[in-house]
Every structure is written in structure tokens, then in C-alpha cells.
């Protein structure tokens, strides 16, 4: 997989910018901190739009401040998404059924671009929105309800996933993703500053909801995975096909990947005794 142009461009653009900021040290520049908040994720199983289904969510990041506009990011974030058809406006939704929910654990790497001059413990340099992005890599284990119990989806390969009846490969659960925001932060002493921050998550997979194609033969599924596999893999209150069965039909989209977000409010702390003292503004 490679790394987007825009997102390596960005990289080089922080690091020439710090190279030579050697003035304050190395903890004085940096912050560690948390940040509480909330998931969610878009795709086949949630088209009603951004900020639905959420779920609490949080992680920890470390900040490198190069320079007054620009600085490098290290993030580890935590959450669960969740997608119910039950919940969908839509007549195709609701009669496919399907539902589940997913952990994501995020470790990215990125920057943030400062819309003005910050500097933690300025108080003239107090305040400024930025913008982030970022490389990183994330781990998903979608599940559905049987019965009061939370099955894997991914060992039944319900879309066929792994045998002959599809010529898809099991999809791994880790996968990449491209982290992309805004936020607002805002020095609140002379070693502590808190935030806001949105971000979404560009992703490669269409598989965090264990949904992207075609309903399969369902016998055939059972003989193969089992009961089980072919019992989640079809759910639909009223078949779409002739004789009770949707073998063929639309399941899910492929042509379009999910996608997931992390937001929330945000408290870091400086390492090292900040000094007023920049460079290279």
C-alpha cells in the first residue's frame, strides 16, 4: 500500500521547517497528554451521516512543537464503532438486517499545521486552530449479536470470503489509515494546554462492518463455515430473490471503503520547562 503523495510532502515540509531549532531543548518542546471523547464510523452500514451510533472513545498523544506554526505528533487512540440497519430511514436497509460492532486501536504518526503562532505558555501566543494528517496503522474484529452472543465475522468469511464460492481473500484486521483533521487548542499556563479535535479516517478496507459484497448460497456457505456463517451472513426479514433465498443480490457496496473518526476534548502537559524563547517564527 502506499503512502499518500500529500501526507509524505507534509512530513518533509515539518521536518525542513525544525531542522536548526535547537534553542530550547527537546522536553521543553514537547507535550504528552490525553484525550477523551467519542468513535464512530460511516459506510453500509450507517448512511445517515456523521455523528451517529457513537461511542465513547480516547488515547493518549505526544507532540513535538519544530516551530511556532508546525509541529510532529505521535497518537495511540482507542474506541468502538457500531452500525445497526434497524436504525436506517431507508426500506433496503432495514429488511437486510444486519448489525455490528467493531474495537478500533489506532497508532498514527502525523503533523499539525498551526493557523497562527502558538506557543504553550506565551501569553501572547495563546490560542490557534491547526489542521492534522498523518500515516497510520489500525486493528478491527467486527462482531454481530446470536443469540445475546458477540460472534467474530471474519473466521465464517460470510461474503465467502476464502473458499470457492468468492474470489475474495479473508480481509486481515489490521489495516492502514490516513488520520486528517481540525482542532483548537488553547495554553492555559505556563505548562498546560487543552483542545478540541475532529478527525476522520480515511481508510483502505471495506470490511470494518464485515459487509462490502454479494449475498452467496447460503447451503453452500453452511456446508463449508457452518450454520453459523450462513446464519449471519444472511439476516433479511423478507428475501430479495426467488424461493426464500438472496444468493446474487447486493449486499453491500464495494466500490466504496468505511471510514471512522475519534473526537474529542484534549489536556496536554509540556515535558520540560518551556522557554518564550523561538526561533524561526
Known sequence: MRIPFFVIAFLILIVGSAYGQTRRS????????IMLGGSYYTGELNRMGHFQQIEPAGGLI??????????????????????????????????RNLSFRSPIIEVAAGFEFNYFQYEVGNKKYWITSYMFGGIGGFYMNPKANLNGEWVELRPLGTEGQGTALSSKKPYPLTQLAVPMGLGLKMSI???????IEYGLRWTFTDYIDDVSGSYVDPVALAEINGPMAAA???RSITPLGYEGVNTGYRRGDPNNKDWYSFFGLMLTVTLGDPSTCWTGR
Open 26 to 33: 527537546f522536553a521543553s518542546r514537547s507535550e504528552l497528554g
Open 189 to 195: 499556563g505556563k505548562r498546560v494546554s487543552i483542545g
Open 62 to 95: 505526544f507532540r513535538y512543537n519544530a516551530h511556532s506554526r508546525l509541529a510532529l505528533r505521535l497518537t495511540a487512540f482507542y474506541g468502538n464503532v457500531r452500525g445497526d440497519d434497524s436504525r436506517s430511514p431507508y426500506d433496503f436497509q432495514r429488511n
Open 232 to 234: 449471519l451472513s444472511d
